[in-house]
C-alpha cells in the first residue's frame, strides 16, 4: 500500500521561508513523478511544483515560480518543497502527489496517490 506522509508545515511571517517534506512508502518511489499543491479554503486544489522521476526536471506555475524549488531524493523517498518569500496568499493547505508513469503534469486529475496535507499559515 503506498502511503504518502507530509511534514514542514506550520506557521511562518511573511516574508520568511519552509521546507515541506514527503515520504513516500509502499510504492517504487523513483519510478513515479511527484508534485506539490495547495488548497485554500474555497478555492481548487492547484500545483505549486512537479518534478520528473529523476529530479532532472522540474516545472513550476507562474504563481509560485522563482519563490519554490522542488527536488526529490530517491534513496530517501523524499520529495522536498523550499519555500521563500512566503505572503499571505500562499496560506493553504500543502499536498504531496505521486503519478504513475515517468511524465509530470500540473493537474491534479493525473495524479494517483495522495497524502493528507499539511497546514501552511502564514501571518502578515
Known amino acids: 500500500q503506498v502511503q504518502l506522509v507530509e511534514s514542514g508545515g506550520g506557521l511562518v511571517q511573511a516574508g520568511g521561508s519552509l521546507r515541506l517534506s514527503c515520504i513516500v512508502s509502499?510504492?517504487?518511489?523513483?519510478?513515479?513523478?511527484m508534485g506539490w499543491f495547495r488548497q485554500a479554503p474555497g478555492k481548487e486544489r492547484a500545483c505549486v511544483a512537479v518534478?520528473?522521476?529523476?529530479?532532472?526536471?522540474?516545472m513550476y506555475p507562474s504563481s509560485v515560480k522563482g519563490r519554490v524549488t522542488i527536488s526529490r531524493d530517491n534513496a530517501k523517498n523524499t520529495v522536498y518543497l523550499q519555500m521563500n518569500n512566503l505572503n499571505t496568499e500562499d496560506t493553504a493547505v500543502y499536498y504531496c502527489?505521486?503519478?504513475?508513469?515517468?511524465?509530470?503534469?500540473?493537474?491534479?486529475?493525473?495524479?494517483?496517490?495522495w497524502g493528507q496535507g499539511t497546514q501552511v499559515t502564514i501571518s502578515s
Open positions: 502527489a505521486m503519478k504513475v508513469g515517468l511524465s509530470f503534469s500540473f493537474d491534479p486529475q493525473r495524479y494517483d496517490y
Open positions: 509502499g510504492g517504487t518511489f523513483s519510478s513515479y513523478a
Open positions: 518534478i520528473n522521476w529523476t529530479g532532472s526536471s522540474t
